[in-house]
Each structure stands twice: as C-alpha cells, then as structure tokens.
C-alpha cells in the first residue's frame, strides 16, 4: 500500500468514527438537570417545555393548590402542566397574560388553549411534583413564558381534584403573526462546526485520490 493510499484509507475510518459525533452534536439531548422519569413517553417534549430545559424535583409534604388554565368548552380542562400564577379581574390579569406567560402557542391544536376558565388543581402530600418556568414558544415576543411551570406524572393519582375556580378576563387577541410558525431548524454546536470542518478536511484527500484513481484505470480508446 502507497502513501497516497493509506491516507485515503485512514481518512474513510476517520470519517466513520466522526460521523456519529456530527450528527448527534446538531440535536438536544435530555437535561439532566430536569429529571422527569423515563417512564414519561414525551419526556424529551416536556423537559423541552422548561426554560433552559431545566426543573426540580419536589415530593409535596401537605395538600398544595395549583392552577390549570383552558377554554369554555371544557378542552384543556385536564392536564399534566400546572401553574401557581393566578390569572383573574381581581389582579388586572386577563386571558393574553396567561397565554403568553404559559407560553400556550396557539398554533397548538386545534383548537388553541385561550385559558378562557380557571381550574383550581389541589395535589395531595405525598406526590412528585416537577418544578420549574415555563419556556418561550416560537415567536418568542408572543409566547415569552416565565410562569411557574408544574409538570405532575398522572392526573389520575388518588388524591388529586379539579374544580372549576372562576373566569379569565378576555385580554384580546395577539399579533396575526402569532398565529402560525415555521419550522425551526435546531442551532448546532461547538463539536458540530468541528465534525463539519474536520469532514470537509477528509475530502480534499478523498478527491484527488479518487480522482487520479479512475484516471489511471480508465480503458484506452
């Protein structure tokens, strides 16, 4: 084996191995620093969900009231996120607060959540409790979030009630633009911008030895 073959012989091995760490590099793993079980199906969705991916913990020590908001209907009425903000007349908060705050897309649907009603949620003692911020939803000057974001396992835990708590005031209407995104293309990282460079360095050895390759073994005539 020549040099030249050697080099690209070594650069196809160096591609293989760094192929992995290119494409993984461009995706968001889970955080560990929002433990949501395994046993979640959309864990990486709702660990997503916080802001900078990260939560806590929290086993409740006594009873603990929480705030679910969703529309006249009746749909969103049930759920695993929760909140401890309040939205109501009686401090000046209406449905828009509550829609950008809890980051309620309303591209999400249909129909969108408008947090027209107030559930009052009350968690028994004893219960795992994930507790955190809610994150901004694209576009971020709509959906912004910075609400207290609750995540519970199981709405059907023993111990758990949900009882209708009061109206929101309507706020209005957002921005048309609001109203629809396009799709996001994820931010690459440090070691992705590495493979790439390192990729496009393997083939200016790939090239020319390919190249000359095929010359050398061409059929005369």
């Keep these: 084996m020549n040099k030249r073959d050697c080099a690209v012989w070594l650069g196809g091995v160096a591609f293989i191995g760094l192929c992995p760490f290119v494409i993984v590099a461009g995706q968001t793993p889970a955080s560990a620093a929002c433990p949501i079980p395994d046993s979640v199906l959309d864990q990486p969705t709702v660990i997503a969900s916080f802001l900078n991916s990260e939560c806590t913990k929290q086993t409740l020590t006594q009873d603990t009231t929480y705030y679910r908001y969703y529309n006249d209907d009746n749909t969103y009425r049930f759920g695993r996120f929760l909140t401890t903000n309040f939205y109501d007349s009686s401090n000046g908060k209406t449905t828009l607060d509550a829609i950008q ?59 758990i009630s949900f009882i209708f708590d009061g109206n929101v005031p309507d706020g209005g209407s957002l921005p048309a633009n609001c109203y629809s995104v396009g799709k ?28 000359k390759s095929k010359i050398k073994h061409l059929p005369n005539g």
């Design 101 to 159: 705050e809890l980051a309620l897309a309303q591209y999400f649907g249909p129909p969108p959540n408008l947090a027209q009603l107030r559930e009052r949620v009350t968690l028994p003692a004893g219960l795992d409790v994930y507790i955190g911020v809610a994150g901004p939803q694209p576009p971020k000057a709509c959906y912004p979030g910075g609400a207290t974001q609750a995540f519970i396992e199981n709405t059907r835990t023993t111990g």
């Design 184 to 211: 996001s293309i994820p931010e690459p990282s440090a070691v992705f911008g590495i493979g790439a460079i390192a990729i496009l360095g393997l083939a200016t050895i790939f090239n020319p030895a390919f190249t």
